[in-house]
């Protein structure tokens, strides 16, 4: 794991470390999932994850004031992994913080051996589809009213990966 740069704000730079999600992070990164999505995950969810789940992985992007502006949850089953979720903060979006906690969780599927990673995006998200996209995600369907509350529909979306090769990607052939 690395270090990122990131805009906090308007025109300030700040340092960003992502790490794996510990203890700590579960009340503010429930604080940010209710500020971000209509039907959030309580932090009892995000104890559970992290205490009762050991094929789940969960990572964290932090400001060197220790403010946590993201997070992000893989779950593993065999050669499958499921994207639980990419978070980040409004301040802080398209600053290149989703596509570094994405990049984390495909890492570690390819740690883990993977040869598929599926996700569920809302179907009117398009920038978090083309961040998809960029990283060889193909959309393989839609799942209609998956997003409580409002019941919007989701486009899930498939990379394939390459076993044994922990940098080889191929495109996902449904």
Known sequence: MSTATAQAGAGSAAAVALRPMRWWDVEEAAVLEAELFPDPWSPAMFWSELAGVPSSRHYVVATGADRLVGYAGLFVAGSDADVLTVAVASDVQG???????????????????CSRVTLEVRADNAPAQALYARRGFVGIGTRRGYYPPDGADALVMQLRLVRGDATAVEEATS
């Open 95 to 113: 600053a290149g913080l989703g596509a570094r906690l994405l990049d984390e969780l495909l890492d570690e599927a390819r740690r883990r051996d």
